[in-house]
């Protein structure tokens, strides 16, 4: 038996918050834990806070997964979004998926800075 999806966000940006929120409508089976890395106590930080909050982090099957990764775990764990997942793990489509990811932290906080 596998065990949950365990999904770490940083509840202090405006973006990260409304992506969770729909990821949170999406997983109607509740397969996800869901943690705010900017609340969660010292035990719940597998890495550094800091760290965890630089980068979108999951944990699946005990393995921490960063980036693009941890995105196409949490996909897997959606069935809406499961096919986006399982195509993530040929790993040509996750190299481009990561390029595209580190793209997107560059824009992020100019992103954040819009919502809030």
Known sequence: MSERLVVWHDGN???CRREIAL???LDRRGAIDFIDAVDAADQHC???RED???RFHAREDG???SGAAAFAAMWRAIP???PLGLAARWQPA???LEWLYLRFLKVRPRLSALLR
């Open 13 to 15: 940006c405006p973006l």
């Open 46 to 48: 597998p890495i550094r």
């Open 63 to 65: 393995v921490l997964l």
């Open 80 to 82: 809406l979004l499961r």
């Open 52 to 54: 965890l909050l630089a």
């Open 23 to 25: 990821m949170r409508r």
């Open 94 to 96: 996750l190299r481009m």
